[in-house]
Every structure is written in C-alpha cells, then in structure tokens.
C-alpha cells in the first residue's frame, strides 16, 4: 500500500498529541447532514454541501487535501530551522501558548459570509483553541511554505512561513476557495532566528488594517479573528537594543491564496523547474480560470494578468493614500516603500517574477513577456488617472485632466495637506464656497491646502471642469464623490491609541474602530465623537513603527 509523505508526519503527531502539541478537535471533513425532503441534493463522494451557520466546528469541513495531493512535502519530520529543498510545503504543527489565551476580536462577516460559521461558534471552547493553535480540525494537516524573496531589493534566499501555519482549505456554501492561515503561532523550518511569535502590537494592526482595507473596496487578505496570551516575547522594537516584553497574540487571517512571487523565485534559484512548473500549473488553474491549461502560452497570459493586476491594485492604494508598508517604517532607512515609490516597487516585484518565469519561456515567449512588462507603467498611469478622475467627480474626458489631478497633488505636498481630509473635503463643500473661496473651519484639511499661493489658480480650472460635466449637479457630484472618498481610516495615531489601552487590557477601541472602519464613507456619530475625522493629535507626529513584530 502507498503512503503518501505527509501521513507519517500526521501520525507521528497524533501519537504524541498530549506531549503539548495541539489536540484534534472533533470536526471532520467527510461528516454531512443528511439531505432533507425528496428533492434534496445529495453530495458527490467526499463532498459536503455547504450550509449557512454551522453552530459548532465539529460538522464543519476544513482539509488540507488538495494541496497535500498535488504536492511534495518536506521529508523532514522534525521541526527544525533548516534549508529546505525539493517541496512546497513543510508539515509542521502550531504551538500552543503556555498561558490563558483571551480572544479579542472577530470579524462576523467573515465568520457568517466566508466561512459559514454562526457568529455564536466565538463563544465556544473549541473555537478558542483552534484560533490559537491550540487544536486542529481533525482531517486538516498544517502546512508552513517555503518561498523566497528580496527584501530592501536585495535575494534574501530561502524566507518561508516562519511564524505561520497553513491550517487548512474551506470551500464555502458560494463555491469561493480560501485558505486559512495563523500567524503568531510557533516555530517552523524556516524561522531562521524568529521565536515564531507575532506580539499584540503588530496583531493588532493587521487585523484592522485588512479589513480597513477591505471595507474601502481594495483586494486584500481578511481576518477572522485576534487572540491574544499572556506569553512572553522579547521584541527590540526600533533595533536599538531596547529589548522589551510584550504579549504573544495570533492573527487568523484569509486569503484566495497564499502562494506569491517568492514561491516561483525560491524553485528557480534551486533549479527545481519540474516542481516549479507543477505549482505555476496549480496556481493557473484554481486562481485564472480563464486560462486553458493547454494552452502553450498560458504563462504568458499568467503573467500578463498579473502585471494588469498589480497595476490596478497598487494605484488603488494610491487613491487611498494607502502604502503596503501602512505607516512611516523606521526599518526602511532608504525611504524604498515610501508612497512615492509604490509604483516602482510594484515594478521591481513583477521583474523578478519575470526573471523566475523565463526558463519555462521560449525565446519568443521572452520576447513578447518583456514587451508586457514595459506596458506595465501606461496601464498604472490609465488606472491612476481614472480613480483621482472619479475622486474628483469629473465625468467624461478632457485633455487636460491629468494637469489637474498633477497640480492639486503637487499643491497637496507642498502644503503638507490630509491626503484623505482633502479629498473627503472637497466632496462636502459646495461649489459656491470654492468658488469665493469661504473654507469653513471644519474643512481643515482644505484650509491647509488654501494657504497655498497657487490655490485659488486650482480652484479656478477646477470649477471650470466640473461646468463641464454633462448633466451634472452640484448636489450629484457631492453625493457621487462621498462614495469614494473614505471620511474614516485606520490612521496611524488611531492604530497606537488601540495598541496602548489593548497593551491595558482594554479592547474597546479596536472593537470601536473594527465597527467604525466597515463603514468609512459614512458620517457616523461615535467616530465624530472620538475625533476620527480631526486633525491629529499632536503626539501622532513623532510616531514610529518598524519591521519588528
């Protein structure tokens, strides 16, 4: 009888499985309710029709058979920091927090609309255990994947998970693959000089700002869930030898997918062009449906999707002033991630991408991948210019658009004015008080910008656009523009005030700023309240963050 690689590994945790590691839950992924009624659907072999609500984990099926079927794993079984070679994934299990474990903050849309859970299933032991590495869904093998990287523009090599676990594949009741990952939760493979631990302070932004940016209609990964311990982690936090204590925490975080550029990079640096070939397949065929698998140039048409993709997803993180970094980092000592140098970075990436693509490319396929790639800075550009259009309110074309959308970002460096205020701002006022140029002080953002001597200049051609929309109002314009541009973000201040009163045990305000931040284009009354939409405070200025998490 053939065993597949990753079963002993399986079987040799579930023997030691009370020697501190995590306990099974009940769940299986094979277990289903029998159909109801004469007309029922009846679940092919192995398959479970996807209900809304399951109450509790154990009739709810999370596998990790898909990714265990189609690819090798490492054939160590021992959890170990080490060069891996000639696999995906690494078999490892998450470990356990010593202390009591508190969860802090669930997202219920994630629970009820992406993994067909009952908001009610947080209330649960089982729940608690299995957000924190504490338990596993019986059925499901957690995975830690290797990939590689550059980091600051430099090969980094091999990074991999080394402080996350892929602990399984949920399809849901709308037929959407996701698969779900804990961060925060133990030592890997590749942990390189890591502890595997993640703290509250990092945990507690990513959790807001994914689904911040979910909420602001931008592709990102999603959280379900933050718990934290009362686990030590020793963090250097601005790496000035100011070693402090802080609190383990974990993150359960979504994604369609968690495979990434570095995940082809580290496979063509090794010369594993068969196994890179067999993932780049995968990944085409569960994630680009609308590519044919026969197709002799199918990663061409991968790569070409992907630069339109990256494209269009980096200069919507410019409409919202948003950089991957999320604030100023103090570990980018050369400025690389700045919002400036989102475009370019986004350049750089997809270069590397296609540096590990071309030895499965033939020489015209070569060709014709650079000729994409050079197209990569004109379709930003088209996408760019086509959502600060939208921000502004124009309506149609007009040869000079692009001078007017240049101008008013220019005059907002210059000033130093609210990236996000200004644009909100400019979606209340009315055209009359542009027009004599009466900014009321609650526009303050839009009294910075005024301070400028080119301001009124601005104002002049910006009306003069507007007059020009065909079938427009003043009243439609102000609706349409408070559409897209956010009064609400997760600010960095905002962010470090939920940081310190969490660091207190108060969780008030991450839970305030998780209900705030689902509606950001929307005035509401408990974000006016804690000045979410003033100017901020002045503590904020000599804010910092840095890598270290």
Request: glycine residues 8%; contains cysteine.
């Amino acid at each position: 009888m053939w065993w597949p690689p990753w079963l002993a590994a399986w079987l040799a945790w579930a023997a030691g499985a009370g020697a501190g590691r995590p306990a099974p839950l009940c769940g299986s992924g094979g277990l289903c309710r029998a159909p109801l009624g004469p007309n029922a659907s009846h679940p092919a072999p192995g398959h479970c029709p996807r209900q809304r609500g399951a109450a509790e984990l154990c009739a709810w099926p999370l596998s990790s058979e898909s990714l265990l079927d189609t690819f090798p794993v490492d054939a160590t079984q021992e959890n170990y920091v080490r060069n891996v070679r000639n696999c995906i994934f690494s078999v490892v299990y998450p470990t356990p927090f010593k202390s009591r474990v508190r969860l802090v903050a669930v997202s219920k849309e994630v629970l009820e609309n992406i993994l067909d859970l009952d908001i009610s299933v947080k209330g649960t032991s089982d729940f608690l255990q299995f957000v924190s590495g504490g338990k596993v869904i019986l059925g499901s093998v957690p995975l830690a994947h290797r990939y590689g990287g550059h980091q600051f523009g430099s090969w980094a090599g091999q990074l991999g998970d080394g402080r996350a676990h892929l602990i399984g594949v949920y399809t849901n009741r709308h037929g959407e693959r996701w698969e779900l990952q804990l961060k925060g939760s133990g030592k890997t493979p590749y942990s390189r000089n890591g502890d595997g631990r993640a703290v509250l302070r990092s945990s507690v932004r990513e959790f807001l700002c994914s689904e911040a940016m979910h909420y602001l209609g931008i592709p990102t990964s999603r959280a379900a869930s933050l718990v934290v311990s009362d686990d030590d982690v020793w963090r250097d936090q601005f790496y000035n030898g100011n070693i402090k204590k802080e609190r383990g925490a974990i993150v359960l975080r979504l994604a369609k997918s968690w495979f990434r550029i570095g995940s082809l990079e580290i496979l063509a640096h090794s010369g594993e062009l068969d196994l890179q070939r067999r993932l780049l397949d995968f990944i085409i065929q569960e994630h680009f449906p609308s590519i044919a698998m026969n197709d002799s140039n199918r990663y061409l048409e991968f790569f070409s999707t992907v630069v339109s993709e990256t494209a269009n997803l980096i200069a919507l993180w410019m409409s919202v002033g948003f950089a991957h970094d999320f604030v100023l980092n103090t570990s980018d000592d050369e400025r690389r991630y700045k919002i400036g140098n989102q475009a370019n970075v986004g350049l750089f990436n997809l270069s590397k991408l296609l540096q590990a693509l071309k030895p499965l490319l033939d020489p015209r396929q070569k060709q014709l991948a650079s000729q994409i790639l050079e197209g990569y800075g004109e379709h930003y550009y088209i996408r760019f210019t086509e959502l600060f259009k939208t921000k502004l309110g124009l309506l149609g074309e007009n040869e000079d658009d692009n001078y007017l959308i240049a101008f008013l970002l220019q005059l907002m460096e210059d000033t130093k004015a609210d990236f996000t205020m200004t644009f909100r701002q400019l979606s209340e006022i009315t055209e009359d008080q542009l027009k004599e140029l009466h900014i009321p002080e609650e526009f303050w953002a839009l009294q910075d910008l005024g301070k400028h001597k080119l301001f009124s200049e601005w104002v002049t051609m910006y009306l003069l656009r507007l007059n020009r929309n065909k079938g427009d109002s003043d009243a439609k314009r102000r609706t349409r523009m408070t559409t897209v541009n956010p009064r609400y973000i997760l600010r960095n201040w905002m962010a470090e005030s939920a940081v310190q009163k969490a660091n207190l045990n108060d969780f008030s305000e991450v839970q305030l700023l998780q209900q705030i931040l689902q509606h950001p284009f929307q005035r509401q009354q408990a974000a006016e309240k804690a000045g979410y939409s003033l100017r901020p405070p002045a503590w904020a200025k000599d804010l910092k963050v840095s890598c270290s998490s």
